[in-house]
C-alpha cells in the first residue's frame, strides 16, 4: 500500500525566502504526483502534475521535482510571498486503480 | 466553466438523520471522487466512479452510498449519521484515471457537523 509523508507539517518563513517543500513516497512504481495548496477553508486548488517519466514541472515561482528511484518530490518555491501561506498537499498515483494517495500537508506561513 | 460544485457549504445534523451532498462538474470529466478530510489527517477516498452507473469503494466507505446516474452528477447518500463522520467531504473529478489528464479538480467541500 503506498504511503505519503510530508515533512516538515508546518513551516514559518519571513518574505523572500525559497524554500522547499517535501513528500516522500514508498513505492516507486508512480503513475504521477500532483502539488495542490489548500487555503482555509477552501477546496484544493491544482498546482502541479508530474509524470512519471518526467523529472520536473515549472510554473511561475514553482518547481517541482520527482525522483521515483529515491522515493522523493520537491516543491520549490521562490521568493516567497505572504500570499503564498497555505497548506501544500502532495498526492501520488500508483498501483492498479491509479487512485491518488494524499500525504498530510505541510501548512506554510509566510510573515512580512 | 463553474468547474466542481458542491451544495451545501455546511450542515449540521442529528445523530441517525441522513442527508445527500450533491456534486457537480461541467468539464464533462469520466471520474469522479469522494473523500473526507479531517483535521490533520490529509484526504480519505470514500467512493469512486469511473463512469455513469459504475461506481467503487474507496478506503473509507462505510456509512455511505453513491449513485452516478448521469455523466455530470455524483451524490453522496449518508445514511444514519454518526458523530465519527463530523468531517469536511471534498467533490473531485478529473478526465481520466492515468496520464496528465489524471489532474484532479476540487470542489469547495461541505462542512459537516454530526451532533
Known amino acids: 500500500k503506498q504511503e505519503v509523508t510530508q515533512i516538515p507539517a508546518a513551516l514559518s518563513v519571513p518574505e523572500g525566502e525559497n524554500l522547499v517543500l517535501n513528500c516522500s513516497f514508498t513505492d516507486s512504481a508512480i503513475y504521477n504526483l500532483q502539488w495542490f495548496r489548500q487555503d482555509p477553508g477552501k477546496g484544493l486548488t491544482s498546482l502541479l502534475l508530474?509524470?512519471?517519466?518526467?523529472r520536473e514541472q515549472t510554473s511561475g515561482r514553482l518547481n517541482a521535482s520527482l525522483d521515483k528511484s529515491s522515493g522523493r518530490s520537491t516543491l520549490y518555491i521562490a521568493a516567497s510571498q505572504p500570499g503564498d501561506s497555505a497548506t501544500y498537499l502532495c498526492a501520488v498515483s500508483s498501483g492498479g486503480s491509479y487512485i491518488p494517495t494524499f500525504g498530510r500537508g505541510t501548512s506554510l506561513i509566510v510573515h512580512p | 466553466n463553474a468547474g466542481v460544485t458542491q451544495t451545501p457549504k455546511f450542515r449540521i445534523l442529528k445523530i441517525g438523520q441522513s442527508m445527500t451532498l450533491q456534486c457537480t462538474q461541467d468539464?464533462?470529466?469520466?471520474?469522479m471522487y469522494w473523500y473526507r478530510q479531517d483535521p490533520g489527517m490529509g484526504l480519505k477516498l470514500i467512493y469512486y466512479s469511473v463512469g455513469a452507473g459504475i461506481t467503487d469503494k474507496g478506503e473509507v466507505p462505510n456509512g455511505y452510498n453513491v449513485s452516478r446516474s448521469t455523466t455530470e452528477d455524483f451524490p453522496l447518500r449518508l445514511e444514519l449519521a454518526a458523530p465519527s463522520q463530523t468531517s469536511v467531504y471534498f467533490c473531485?473529478?478529473?478526465?481520466?484515471?492515468?496520464?496528465?489528464?489524471?489532474?484532479?479538480?476540487f470542489g469547495p467541500g461541505t462542512r459537516l457537523t454530526v451532533l
Open positions: 473531485a473529478s478529473s478526465y481520466s484515471l492515468a496520464g496528465a489528464k489524471n489532474e484532479q479538480f
Open positions: 468539464m464533462n470529466h469520466n471520474y
Open positions: 508530474i509524470q512519471s517519466s518526467q
